[in-house]
DNA sequence: TGGGTCACTTGCATTACGCAATCTATTTTG
DNA sequence: CAAAATAGATTGCGTAATGCAAGTGACCCA
């Protein structure tokens, strides 16, 4: 498995951010509240463009900022992160409110359709609200 | 997500590993070709079990071997390990043949309910040949 | 032009990991 | 029944990864 990619506490995580919250930035990606060191973050981010996951341009109108998106083979682990995430769901308690994972298990397909329209229209609207953290 | 518990390179392979290849026992693990060292695979493995992922008995008729088995939260997993899985075929040129992984993909909810038939009724054939190493 | 922001980088202490050897319990062999 | 072998796991030790705080250079804004 892809685990030479994903065998770390933090590159998932990123991915996740990228595609259901719309992050976008290296300050977004810090302060997302769990607590990823800047110099770890900096190493992921340069680990998932090599690995062709995320691309990476300065952002238009400020020449500071990096915009990250997910390359198409990027967008092709939301099968996979939607079912860690249902999996995480059902099992740790803090999550979304289980009526909310129940819906969303049985309409995966539309889940994920809206999710590869927002990357294909590049809309950084969150998918998901933050339901304290669904970590 | 629930990365404090996957965010290792080796804890989904194990998960994997008893899930579609049917191993059990330490060795079995040990002896897999990913090459976990044996302090880490122990660690691993009681930290699986205090996640309520795997469960551990004797083995009955070897007293010295303890056999390791998903529990239910641990078969909750397959859809999870089988995105994966394609994502990884999908990518990973070293992976099964193209033409295997596009039937998968077009039947998952048919292999998922032969893995968790085969977790049900304790038989630990495995549900895909090794193709080489499909990690 | 000065202060702030942004994306990193650096230095350093702590922790995790990989490897080989070792240990205990159990089983098999002679 | 004693000795060798096997299974699961632990220990010691060197190396690599991680976390934290501080710093750097490019860029933006008033």
């Known amino acids: 498995m892809a685990l030479e990619i994903f065998g770390d506490r933090w590159s998932l995580l990123i991915v996740r951010d990228v595609m259901v919250r719309g992050y976008r930035t290296f300050q977004e990606f810090l302060q997302s509240g769990e607590g990823i060191a800047s110099n770890i973050l900096a190493e ?6 090599a690995a062709g996951i995320l691309s990476a341009e300065r ?8 915009c990250y998106q997910l390359t198409q083979k990027g967008i092709d682990l939301a099968p996979a992160v939607l079912e860690i995430f249902l ?3 059902m099992y740790e308690p803090t999550a979304a409110p ?3 994972v129940d819906r969303m298990a049985q309409h995966r397909e539309q889940i994920l359709q809206e999710v590869r329209r927002r990357w294909a229209a590049n809309d950084p609207t969150p998918v998901l609200p933050r339901f304290g953290d669904a970590r």
Request: charged share 35%; proline share 0%.
């Open 44 to 49: 992921r981010l340069r680990r998932l463009r």
């Open 87 to 89: 999996w995480s769901a």
């Open 98 to 100: 289980s009526a909310v």
């Open 59 to 66: 952002a238009a109108g400020d020449g500071r900022k990096i």
